[in-house]
Antibody, heavy 121, light 107 residues
Framework: QLQLQESGPGLVKPSETLSLTCTVS??????????WDWIRQPPGKGLEWIGS???????YYNPSLKSRFTISVDASKNQFSLQLSSVTATDTAVFYCVRHGDTSHNWFDSWGQGTLVTVSS | DIQMTQSPSSLSASIGDRVTITCRASQSLSNYLNWYQQKPGRAPNLLIFAASSLQRGVPSRFSGSGSGTDFTLTISSLQPEDSATYFC?????????FGQGTKLEIK
């Protein structure tokens, strides 16, 4: 069974760069049918799609967000990562790594448990 | 961006009730619409994909319908474990966007 697990710091200072990693187990990140995504959810609020990456490194980002996000992949480790630069308090959220299992209708069928990142000095 | 609007924002229903949640898109999606259930402290879980297809393992009391701009998630007979927040999500175009959520409580 496919499992995804986020890891990274739970607390980041304003203006610093947040780095999160998602480790995929029970399946290969190099699957030809899957993209791998990041989605965030501020406390008590809705879901916001950040972006996608294919195992080849091809990426898609939410153009409505400022270009502070970078998604990368390390297929040899079955991991993909998210970096968010110049964080502010409004970036406080639960970050989910997700399998984007269909590139036609674009649904998200496997989710990590989520990791809460708080931006505070 | 495609805006997704769910109604109601919250509702309360009794065990055994038929419950309907609607999702409206700001432009036509064909059937590129997916539904998720999220329980407190948990990640969302895919219920319905492509507007009306039931994800494996999801109880058959859940169903989805609609096309274009108007979609519906129906729970045919509400169970205690269905207390959760439900989100619709459009997969038609980037950026993929979600509805604001519908919080379903059991009376």
């Amino acid at each position: 069974q496919l499992q995804l697990q986020e890891s990274g710091p739970g607390l980041v200072k304003p203006s610093e760069t947040l780095s999160l990693t998602c480790t995929v187990s029970g399946g290969s990140i190099s699957s030809s049918i899957s993209y791998w995504d990041w989605i965030r959810q501020p406390p008590g609020k809705g879901l916001e799609w950040i972006g996608s990456i294919y195992y080849t490194g091809s990426t898609y980002y939410n153009p409505s967000l400022k270009s502070r996000f970078t998604i990368s992949v390390d297929a040899s480790k079955n991991q993909f990562s998210l970096q968010l630069s110049s964080v502010t308090a409004t970036d406080t959220a639960v970050f989910y790594c997700v399998r984007h299992g269909d590139t036609s209708h674009n649904w998200f069928d496997s989710w990590g448990q989520g990791t809460l990142v708080t931006v505070s000095s | 961006d495609i805006q997704m609007t769910q109604s109601p924002s919250s509702l309360s229903a009794s065990i055994g009730d038929r419950v309907t949640i609607t999702c409206r898109a700001s432009q036509s999606l064909s059937n590129y619409l997916n539904w998720y259930q999220q329980k407190p402290g948990r990640a969302p879980n895919l219920l319905i994909f492509a507007a009306s297809s039931l994800q494996r393992g999801v109880p058959s009391r859940f169903s989805g319908s609609g096309s274009g701009t108007d979609f519906t998630l129906t729970i045919s007979s509400l169970q205690p474990e269905d207390s959760a927040t439900y989100f619709c999500q459009q997969g038609y175009s980037i950026p993929y966007t979600f509805g604001q959520g519908t919080k379903l409580e059991i009376k």
